[in-house]
């Protein structure tokens, strides 16, 4: 789960992490009063979404004259914004974030990721802050200081001014990183993060570091002790399928080729998404349904697919372990009886009762492709796209 950038500030206030003065607006009649608010001039106007690169698209403005902010609100909500990140049918802006400007003497980066590889949260950091830290990483890995830390100790204060004096940084300065690096820890810590990021941390003219934009994942698996967090979730910032795969404990994320994918578990969908490329076509989504899907399960799961206008044809690839292909098999013929699907059909189906799952499917009367692997299933996928001209 993501939230906006003045959520996650607001969540590393409360850690003790220092933040530009500002406050979120959703009229531009709000606008001129919150700049009031905050007392200083220039303020900074920054489009809320959940997506980075704002700036380029317009969606960070700096306002000169108090008098012109609700003018540049008023542009600012409602617009489309479209950044990389984004894709082009970009997101239209509901909410904007007043900020006080802060003079920047210097663009840093921190944050905090799960390091899979260690088994361990990894805290990073780098004076190239501002951009990308992957492209730091690809170009310059070496100004990356990176400190991993033991998930049964926790994070220690030597780690701390490592991060720091690796930085380059002297005591003073240290000394005022410590509070922000431990305080973005905590958070990712007691919040279950997947990431915390600040980006940039800048250094202020004035010798300060502060917090000028913040980036905060969740993990989904850890929101039942969060209600506090599940509360900020923004539904338009979500893909509306996704939402609906949300309500029936389907993992569906949209994607932009034109194969719909049914497929169950992580890893065999990351197979399927990947032999479907090498034949040259592509996926429209990922939807792993689980294991122990059942019938209604597989039914809104496939209804979800075929409200995807991109979808051209669909690959169902199950292997039955848990979820048995005769289940699978009667929730598809009955999602599709249903839907009145009219674009082709391939199916892959191995594992247990797979023998029955393939005679339902024979004797449904439906327009089914059942193919003997994931190499026949991918080539059937491919041929099945020329035929429909996609």
């Known amino acids: 789960m993501k939230i906006h950038e003045y959520q996650a500030k607001e969540i590393l206030r409360q850690y003790g992490v220092p933040v530009p003065k500002g406050r979120v607006i959703q009229t531009a009649e709000e606008a ?79 944050g905090v990721v799960i390091d899979r590889a260690k088994a361990s949260p990894v805290i990073m950091a780098s004076r190239e802050g501002g951009i990308e830290i992957e492209k730091v990483a ?22 701390v001014n490592k991060i720091g004096y690796g930085l380059g940084f002297g005591p003073v300065e240290v000394g005022k990183l410590r509070p922000i690096i ?36 969740f993990d989904d698996n850890g929101l039942f002790r969060h209600k506090e967090i599940v509360v900020l979730r923004d539904l338009h910032e979500e893909d509306p399928l996704e939402i609906e795969a949300s309500k029936y404990n389907l993992n569906y994320i949209k994607l932009n080729g034109n194969v719909g994918c049914m497929v169950n578990g992580a890893g065999l969908a990351m197979a399927t998404m ?8 592509e996926p429209a989504n990922f939807l792993d349904v689980g294991g122990g899907a059942t019938v209604e399960m597989v039914k809104n ?17 199950i292997f039955g372990g848990i979820l048995r292909c005769d289940t699978l098999a009667k929730g598809v013929t009955e999602a599709v009886r249903e839907v009145k699907v009219k674009v082709p059909i391939v199916v892959r189906l191995e594992g247990t009762n797979v023998e029955e799952g393939r005679k339902i499917l024979n004797d449904s009367g439906l327009n089914f492709t059942v193919a003997a692997g994931m190499y026949e299933g991918a080539q059937k996928v491919v041929e099945a796209l020329k035929k429909v001209g996609a």
């Open 301 to 317: 799961g496939f209804k979800i697919l075929m409200s995807d206008p991109d979808v051209k044809v669909v690959f169902i690839n």
């Open 32 to 110: 001129k009063r919150v700049s009031e608010e905050i007392g200083t001039e220039p303020v900074v106007l920054k489009a809320q979404i959940h997506a980075g690169g704002r700036g380029k698209g317009g969606g960070v403005r700096v306002v000169r004259n108090l008098s012109e902010v609700e003018k540049v609100a008023r542009e600012m909500i409602g617009m489309t914004l479209v950044t990389p990140q984004t894709g082009p049918k970009g997101k239209v802006v509901r909410k904007v974030l007043i900020e006080e400007r802060v003079e920047i003497k210097e663009e840093l980066y921190l």
């Open 138 to 159: 690809a170009e310059s890995p070496e100004k990356i200081v990176k400190e991993w830390i033991d998930p049964s100790i926790g994070l220690r204060p030597f780690q």
């Open 274 to 281: 990947d032999i479907i490329k090498v034949f040259g076509a």
């Open 182 to 217: 431990t305080g973005l820890f905590n958070a990712f810590h007691e919040k279950d993060c997947l990431l915390a990021e600040i980006n940039p941390l800048i250094l202020t003219k004035n010798g300060e570091f502060i917090a000028l934009d913040a980036k905060m994942n």
